[in-house]
């Protein structure tokens, strides 16, 4: 249940936190960078932890030898921290303590107990996120001095260029020239061995060594991510099934709205309560039981000067509505607001309420016709069409591109059907985004 993060061979953690250990093993073997000596609590401590709110002294007198059999003497400063959320090494809070049984025990509950919080339980419930995924793991390493650490980032957050010797010092939280020479020097090896980039957190001692303490994925825009993944990608950094894996469908395409797509829609009218609606158009003189009677099952458009109160039943029954009168803080607007039901304004209607027809722009609208209406960037109403939602690309064309020629070595059925079912489903959305967009994958020119 106890692992110390230099043997690789003991790695019993789940299959992101066994990652992230290889991942930092090689980049130990590569360079002269020390991984400090870390001990981390599984998932599954935790999870008796849950079900008795109680720790056995059988697990801290295992923690308390392994800290000897690492070189922790007794009564030595150690720091302890929490990690959450599939996440290795981020600690959400943290501790610094003797080594001992007591103080190792009670910094344990009172790690634990941090889960069980109003924000964390707020965030899980918040986002939707089974518990089950969000275990923490407490790890325990040497404390160090605050003064002697220092963070980088690998990548630029804003376009995803690695960080070189000349840009270094501004990202670096304190004033160390000497130790800028020496990380800098490691920035690509460090890079090549995580996908994503990583905010990485060093100390170091008199003798000029330098240790990583903890990493974590540092916050980034999207079109930096991708550039990130294109680039691992060209250089065989990662393989095929990695690039998509990591390519993430909502970052291509963003959701905009509705709109109405024919050339006919007049757009003159006032936009009265947000929203896009399609029926068949109805008075306030219509007798809805009769209209039904003839086949007619809506949903209904109401076509009105102004709403009344009496006509309120006949609204709620409808999905939207056009007044001829009134502007935003009319009775008809704000009540269609309050229910939230598209509406629009446009005085251009003349309403013949007794032969149960409309006339509008040379159209004579009667009582069933079908009308569609559009209250967001566009405002105004149809006779024909449909309503369409629009999609913007996120990142450039030439991902797009490069998307394609990844994508193309998957259309063999053959080697498609060879994969797992998650994977399958997670290619099957990559192609839909690019579809919302209008992109024909197959039909883009390398």
């Known amino acids: 249940m106890f692992v110390n993060i230099g043997d690789t061979d003991k790695v019993l953690l789940a299959k992101k936190y066994g990652e992230t250990i290889a991942h930092l093993s090689k980049v130990e073997k590569k360079t002269n960078l020390q991984i400090m000596k870390t001990i981390v609590l599984s998932k599954q401590i935790f999870n008796m932890y849950y079900e008795n709110r109680y720790i056995s002294d059988d697990i801290i007198d295992s923690a308390v030898n392994l800290l000897k059999e690492c070189g922790i003497l007794l009564d030595t400063p150690i720091f302890m921290g929490i990690s959450v959320y599939k996440e290795c090494l981020i600690p959400t809070r943290q501790i610094i303590i003797n080594n001992n049984f007591t103080s190792i025990k009670y910094a344990i509950t009172k790690l634990y107990e941090a889960w069980f919080d109003d924000k964390p339980q707020a965030y899980r419930i918040a986002h939707k996120i089974v518990k089950e995924d969000t275990f923490p793991a407490v790890y325990i390493q040497p404390a160090v001095l605050t003064d002697n650490i220092f963070s980088v980032i690998t990548r630029n957050p804003v376009d995803g260029t690695i960080l070189r010797s000349d840009n270094y010092q501004h990202i670096v939280h304190c004033k160390l020239l000497f130790f800028s020479e020496v990380i800098s020097s490691m920035l690509n090896v460090i890079d090549d061995a995580f996908v994503m980039h990583q905010k990485i957190l060093f100390t170091y001692d008199e003798c000029g060594n330098v240790n990583i303490i903890k990493l974590k994925e540092y916050p980034m825009t999207k079109k930096a991510q991708l550039s990130i993944l294109v680039e691992k990608h060209r250089k065989k950094l990662i393989s095929n099934e990695e690039f998509l894996q990591f390519v993430l469908p909502d970052d291509l395409v963003k959701f ?87 509406a629009i304004g446009d005085g251009r209607f003349n309403i013949d309420n007794m032969n149960k027809v409309a006339y509008a722009l040379g159209n004579q609208i009667h009582e069933g016709d079908a009308i569609y209406i559009c209250a967001l960037v566009e405002c105004g109403w149809s006779l024909e069409g449909n309503i369409v939602p629009t999609f913007k690309a996120q990142v450039d064309r030439e991902l797009y591109i490069y998307l394609n020629k990844v994508l193309r070595e998957y259309d063999d059925m053959n080697l498609f059907s060879q994969c797992e079912i998650e994977f399958q489903m997670h290619y099957a959305e990559i192609k839909a985004a690019l579809h919302k967009l209008g992109v024909e994958y197959e039909n883009i020119d390398d």
């Open 256 to 342: 905009e709205g509705y709109v109405l797509d024919v050339p006919s829609m007049y757009k003159q009218a006032i936009g009265l309560s947000s929203g896009v609606a399609k029926g068949d158009v109805i008075f306030t003189s219509t007798d809805l039981q009769t209209l039904r009677k003839k086949g007619n099952q809506g949903p209904y458009i109401l076509v009105t000067n102004e709403l009344s109160p009496e006509d309120m039943d006949i609204l709620q029954q409808c999905s939207g509505a056009i007044f001829t009168r009134g502007g935003m803080t009319s009775h008809g607007a704000v009540i269609c607001r309050g229910m939230r039901i598209p």
